[in-house]
């Protein structure tokens, strides 16, 4: 079956980096690509980019160009996200979700809670 | 970047209620690339609609969505106690693929 399981939860204090990962199973990895989203508490989804684990490409919501990284290990079936200079309002959580051929975004991670704080 | 509106902010309605949820867009959404998802406390979102109109796998036949270019609207046309959530609207025609704000379905 298809599972995206995402690393646990972080503690970062400001101006660090965080490295979420969320492997997938169950279907061929290259075939979907991969969204970021996070949800700061209490709020809706803000979405943040998107990579295609076949090549590697990513095309980034401009709020985060500059702090932003989605890389992929087609080894392992994983996706990762990186988001450098990190300040409170970056407290969220983080979705994985995947998608191909346009039928929307069907199967997403169980969700990774960053939280900075000093 | 195209902005997704939606409407109403928070629906309060009764189980076996008709439910009418509202995206606008501020701009015409690619092909219709746009979904709707269900989200409970807790949970991370589920796809209920995408292609503006086709249901997802398993999702029963009392959700439909209908729309295209920029005006497109999810309905529950008998509602269930667990219907009873935040609902989100996207569009993944153009990047970046932006959500809605949200629309709050709560029981009466």
């Known amino acids: 079956q298809v599972q995206l399981v995402q690393s646990g939860a972080e503690v970062k204090k400001p101006g660090a980096s965080v490295k979420v990962s969320c492997k997938a199973s169950?279907?061929?990895?290259?075939?979907?690509?991969m969204q970021w989203v996070r949800q700061a508490p209490g709020q809706g989804l803000e979405w943040m980019g998107i990579?295609?684990?076949?090549?590697?490409?990513?095309s980034y919501a401009q709020k985060f160009q500059g702090r932003v990284t989605m890389t992929r290990d087609t080894s392992t079936s994983t996706v990762y996200m990186e988001l450098s200079s990190l300040r409170s309002e970056d407290t969220a959580v983080y979705y994985c979700?995947?998608?191909?051929?346009?039928?929307?975004?069907?199967?997403w991670g169980q969700g990774t809670l960053v939280t900075v704080s000093s | 970047e195209i902005v997704l509106t939606q409407s109403p902010g928070t629906l309060s309605l009764s189980p076996g209620e008709r439910a009418t949820l509202s995206c606008r867009a501020s701009?015409?959404?690619?092909?219709?690339?746009l979904a709707w998802y269900q989200q409970k406390p807790g949970q991370a979102p589920s796809l209920l609609i995408y292609?503006?109109?086709s249901r997802a796998t398993g999702i029963p036949d009392r959700f439909s969505g209908s729309g295209s270019g920029t005006d497109f609207t999810l309905t529950i046309s008998r509602l269930e106690p667990e219907d009873f959530a935040v609902y989100y609207c996207?569009?993944?025609?153009?990047?970046?693929?932006?959500f809605g704000q949200g629309t709050k379905l709560e029981i009466k």
């Open positions: 996207q569009q993944y025609g153009s990047s970046p693929y932006t």
């Open positions: 292609g503006a109109s």
């Open positions: 169950g279907y061929t990895f290259i075939s979907y690509y």
């Open positions: 990579i295609n684990p076949s090549g590697g490409g990513t």
């Open positions: 701009q015409s959404v690619s092909s219709s690339y």
């Open positions: 979700a995947r998608e191909k051929a346009a039928r929307g975004f069907d199967y």
